[in-house]
């Protein structure tokens, strides 16, 4: 057996062989700084309608049913941003709050009442024509107090009429599809509101996607 000590002594007096280059490896990739989240999207605002262009009313609104006789002789209350929205009352004295009429027409004898974006519509025929088939332009407030949200956890959510709740120090002007939402915080995008889903569960921040006039 020869040995490693043998082996060296046996290799040739030369000059030893050039060193070989080796190329270094390429420097490790840098990673990448963390994608940032993406910001969520300005709420949307939008003016509800019952009513088609042509002041019929639009294929995808459930009457709910009908009342004649009825007369609309001040603004809604609970739609103030909606130039269209009147508060309507019908023969028996009751009233619907906002009554939608037709945009841009004139002697409009029908309007549409209706609870919220997603339900029905009760549709009050007029004693007489209204006098104007609007109010004027919503002043730029309005727009701030909408009448109907769809919050970014898929909530619908609509004005509540009468007595509001308050749970931990909130007000909560709407009944949502289920739970309640404060109004909206409106000097930041998106919009915001506080949202529970009753009176055992925590209050929480959450956007307001879509906002109703």
Same mark, same amino acid.
């Given at each position: /057996?020869? $040995? %490693?000590?043998?082996? =060296? !002594?046996m290799a040739p007096a030369t000059a030893p062989a050039p060193a070989i280059t080796v190329p270094s490896p390429p420097p490790a990739s840098i990673?990448?700084?963390? /994608?940032? $989240? %993406?910001?969520?999207? =300005? !709420?949307?605002?939008?003016?509800?309608?019952?009513?088609?262009?042509?002041?019929?009313?639009?294929?995808?609104?459930?009457?709910?049913?009908?009342?004649?006789?009825?007369?609309?002789?001040?603004?809604?209350?609970?739609d103030e941003g909606n130039q269209y929205a009147w508060r309507c009352f019908i023969a028996s004295g009751s009233f619907n709050d906002p009554c939608f009429a037709p945009a841009a027409q004139s002697g409009v004898t029908q309007v549409a009442c209706s609870d919220s974006p997603w339900s029905g519509a009760v549709i009050v025929s007029l004693a007489?024509?209204?006098?104007r088939s609007s109010w004027g332009t919503p002043g730029p407030s309005a727009a701030k107090y909408p009448w109907a949200m769809v919050l970014a956890n898929g909530q619908e959510c609509g004005l509540i009429e009468g007595t509001a709740p308050l749970m931990d120090g909130v007000t909560f002007y709407f009944g949502c599809t289920d739970g309640y939402a404060s109004f909206p915080g409106t000097r930041t995008e998106p919009w915001t509101v506080n949202y529970t889903a009753g009176r055992s569960s925590p209050v929480t921040p959450v956007a307001v996607t879509t906002a109703f006039a």
């Open positions: /057996t020869i $040995t %490693a000590k043998a082996t =060296a !002594t990673p990448a700084a963390a /994608t940032a $989240t %993406a910001p969520s999207p =300005a !709420t949307r605002a939008e003016t509800f309608s019952p009513w088609a262009a042509a002041g019929t009313l639009a294929p995808r609104i459930k009457v709910l049913s009908r009342y004649s006789g009825g007369r609309c002789t001040m603004r809604s209350s609970f007489k024509p209204l006098a």
